[in-house]
């Protein structure tokens, strides 16, 4: 286990190089440059902006000063359009807004989708089971950025119940809407997951001798079935992390949240290369390390697994 | 639909002649002739032989292909995905043609006749405010028709779906087909490195290659937008194709080819990736909503299809821009996409279960 984990920490930190290696790649490879819009500015100012951004040294140095910042100091630089914002105060200030709305939505996820696809798979073909599998296909088809403006439609512009946009701190009425529009997609796969991870467990030899003991209905389930139909919900936790960040790109654009997701958009927009590179290798550590942490409450849930 | 499945499971094992609802051509093989058979007595073990391989040959008769279509007809949900896909892409093609040949405007037209403040209206809601066939879907801020921008729009999200996907086809069979059959250290090094781009926030770079290399014609942008999304969707399509060329690349036909001394290249490419198209088909159709999700996903934000190009993610986003005012600007085009995807999705699962009934259900 201990071997597996280093082993895996091993591949994680060069995966993390290529990230950033890769976006660093992408901004110098693209044509034109942050400093200059429409206008050309004059040569003296040009090369001044060049030497103080260290753009006029070679490409190889360039990479390696930033490099040593990200790796050697954690220092990701400073915002060329925030002035004065370092990146790292950006992210700790954004970061607190996207991981409430991602974790609270990833658990209203978990507890309607188990709940859902439990229903579905104990009642295997009845109207329960194709109404909430019909509901999941549809949560899947239905793009959030066209459900959230709906919600907001209904619920904001035309019962007055919620809000329909910003930030008003974690415990304000403002999170509801942009929980609930992130969490659809998750609450249809998970759901599917879980009916077909149950429906298997239930056909299963030990399920049987549960039942044959004498176990209760509510204890085969719980206490069995559950356990082992809810591994591929467990596996899918990695990857519904990778969707859960960009989908949280579209929702705090939605509901003008000042989160994590946003600040990229507008970077990306804004061509502030420092805030880009330090963002998405934040988002790339962030996901490599969960996937660890995945992999690593597998081992424990699974007895059959074995690194 | 589960129902379904499970009975075109059991039905899948043996295909019974006497069932078969497509027809094949039954008395041809049914009544041997006899002249071929009339050579003697020593003959007569021969005459079962060609009785049993002809009966064989019916039966393989109903092709993996035939058999599957006929599964997915029985799929009510399955039928009414494909249904509903053939009608938004016959929509979509032919859709803006006919609109301007009955009411003689193309999806771009600004009416300039009368300067009204608010050109936006209602779905059935002519300029006058009374009832009128001509908007269905109403009209945009500029007073484009909604109906003809949406089906244009479509012709643009369907069009990236299918060629994106194409391309991660491309890339995904030939990258797994040759890993599976090189297999040994070539293989793990190549799957290693799929496994190190599976955890890469891909949307994110995506979103990075789109903004920095911004194309300034909205043909250069779409071209961008098929390499970006292309090239990083062919992942799973690799593992899937890596997986069945294992399996596969240890039997009998792939050691004759060997044999016969076909190279490595023709038997990755004629004898291998043939045997694996069930699987392929299966897994494309599920790609073309996931791509074209994500297209919708990056043209609302702005990354994607630009102006005057239009796909229904940038209707869409141009719809948010006005929604408590004019819904039925993102209304429309939004359950347009949802219904396509919708449709897409309950196809693909459809015939992944009627081209492999034991791969069911994820």
Known sequence: ?307 | MDENSLKQASESGVVEPALNPLGTPTEAVAEPDPDTISLGPEMAIAEGDVRSAEQTQFVQGTSLWKDAWRRLLKNKLALFGLIVVVLVTLASIFGPTLIKMTWGFTPDYVPTDKPALVKSFPPFTGPDGKFSWTHPMGTDNLGRDQLARVLQGGQISLFVGIISTLVSLLIGVSYGAIAGYLGGRIDSLMMRLVDVLYSLPYVILVIVLLSMFRSQTPRGQLTLLFVAIGSVSWLTMARIVRGQVLSLKNQEFVLAARATGVTAPRIIFRHLVPNTLGPVVVYATLTIPQIMLTEAFLSFLGFGVQPPLASWGSLAADGVQNIAIFPWQLIFPGVTMALTLFSLNFLGDGLRDALDPQMRRV
């Open chain 1, 1 to 307: 286990m201990i071997r597996f984990i280093i082993k895996r920490l091993l591949v994680t930190i060069p995966t993390i190089l290529v990230v950033i290696s890769i976006t660093w790649g992408l901004i110098k490879l693209a044509p034109g440059n942050f400093y200059s819009g429409e206008k050309r500015l004059p040569p003296t100012i040009e090369q001044n902006i060049r030497a103080k951004y260290g753009l006029d040294k070679p490409w190889y140095q360039q990479y390696g000063k930033m490099l040593w910042q990200i790796v050697g100091h954690l220092d990701f630089g400073t915002s060329l359009k925030y002035e004065g914002q370092s990146v790292n105060s950006i992210i700790a200030r954004s970061l607190p807004v996207s991981a409430a709305v991602g974790l609270l939505a990833y658990l209203l996820a978990l507890v309607v989708g188990i709940t859902a696809g439990s229903i579905a798979a104990l009642k295997q073909n009845s109207k329960w089971d194709y109404a909430s599998m019909t509901l999941a296909m549809l949560g899947i088809s239905l793009p959030n950025f066209v459900l959230g403006p709906i919600l907001v439609l209904v619920f904001s512009l035309t019962l007055y119940w919620l809000p329909p946009s910003r930030w008003d701190g974690f415990f304000s009425r403002n999170i509801i809407l942009p929980v609930v529009t992130l969490s659809a997609i998750y609450i249809a796969y998970i759901a599917r997951l879980t009916r077909a991870g149950m429906l298997e467990v239930l056909r299963s030899d030990y399920i049987r001798t549960a039942r044959a003991k004498g176990l209760s209905e509510k204890d085969v389930v719980i206490k069995h079935a559950l356990r082992g139909g809810l591994m591929p919900v467990v596996s899918y936790t990695g990857p519904a992390l990778a969707f859960l960040l960009t989908g949280t790109v579209v929702v705090e654009k939605i509901f003008a949240l000042p989160g994590l997701g946003n600040y990229f958009i507008q970077a990306s927009l804004n061509r502030d290369e420092p805030l880009i590179i330090g963002i998405v290798a934040f988002i790339a550590i962030t996901l490599l390390l969960m996937n660890l942490l995945v992999d690593i409450a597998y081992a424990f849930l699974d007895p059959r697994v074995r690194y």
